[in-house]
T-cell receptor
Framework: GENVEQHPSTLSVQEGDSAVIKCTYS??????FPWYKQELGKGPQLIID?????GEKKDQRIAVTLNKTAKHFSLHITETQPEDSAVYFC??????????????FGRGTSLIVHP | GAGVSQSPSNKVTEKGKDVELRCDPI?????LYWYRQSLGQGLEFLIY????????KSGLPSDRFSAERTGGSVSTLTIQRTQQEDSAVYLC??????????????FGPGTRLLVL
């Protein structure tokens, strides 16, 4: 099955700095890579995703890059703000027979943005 | 519109008791997932329902755990003879389905289970 490694487990930055979180995956059949943000006491919420036919995707201050050859993908947050403080999860999944989709999640990165 | 809801939000039980956790997915979503999140840990997959297909139970940690989904909507996760190691946040998520473009999972707020 798929194995997703996520680094770092904790990331502390100053407001305005950039933050980068990296993930690697093992299953070359994986073709969908979402990123979720989980705030304290809440469920994870999708913030951006990328598919295997795209190398980079941007949405305002966040961007995701994908390197299928190396089997890694990264989340980039620019101009960080205190409200970006949360736990971020990456995930990877192939689309399986019958359209089933069961993502494998990384262990999460706790991002702390200091004012 | 209404998101995924879960109840109860918190549950404290004694070791050995059975508990039932409920998930109401977003209307029209055919896929439903249960995950377990232990303190400071990632999301551990438990079970997956997709339409009328047989559920994928490959993530259930023991036969004390079971889940059902009635009428393709509401789901209940049951833990029998609870143990202290079952203490965690149980998250439910739903999505439109596994076809490309519809994989986005919408998570509920979770049920925080504490087994004393």
């Amino acid at each position: 099955g798929e194995n997703v490694e996520q680094h770092p487990s904790t990331l502390s930055v100053q407001e305005g700095d950039s933050a980068v979180i990296k993930c690697t995956y093992s299953d070359s059949a994986s073709n969908y890579f979402p990123w979720y943000k989980q705030e304290l006491g809440k469920g994870p919420q999708l913030i951006i995703d990328i598919r295997s036919n795209v190398g980079e995707k941007k949405d305002q201050r966040i961007a995701v890059t994908l390197n299928k050859t190396a089997k890694h993908f990264s989340l980039h947050i620019t101009e960080t703000q205190p409200e970006d403080s949360a736990v971020y999860f990456c995930a990877a999944s192939p689309t399986m027979a019958g359209g089933s989709y069961i993502p494998t999640f990384g262990r999460g990165t706790s991002l702390i943005v200091h004012p | 519109g209404a998101g995924v809801s879960q109840s109860p939000s918190n549950k404290v039980t004694e070791k050995g008791k059975d508990v039932e956790l409920r998930c109401d997915p977003i209307s029209g979503h055919t896929a439903l997932y249960w995950y377990r999140q232990s303190l400071g840990q990632g999301l551990e997959f438990l079970i997956y329902f997709q339409g009328n297909s047989a559920p994928d139970k490959s993530g259930l940690p023991s036969d004390r755990f079971s889940a059902e989904r009635t009428g393709g909507s509401v789901s209940t996760l049951t833990i029998q003879r609870t143990q202290q190691e079952d203490s965690a946040v149980y998250l439910c998520a739903s999505s439109y389905g596994g076809t490309p473009g519809s994989e986005t999972q919408y998570f509920g707020p979770g049920t925080r289970l504490l087994v004393l």
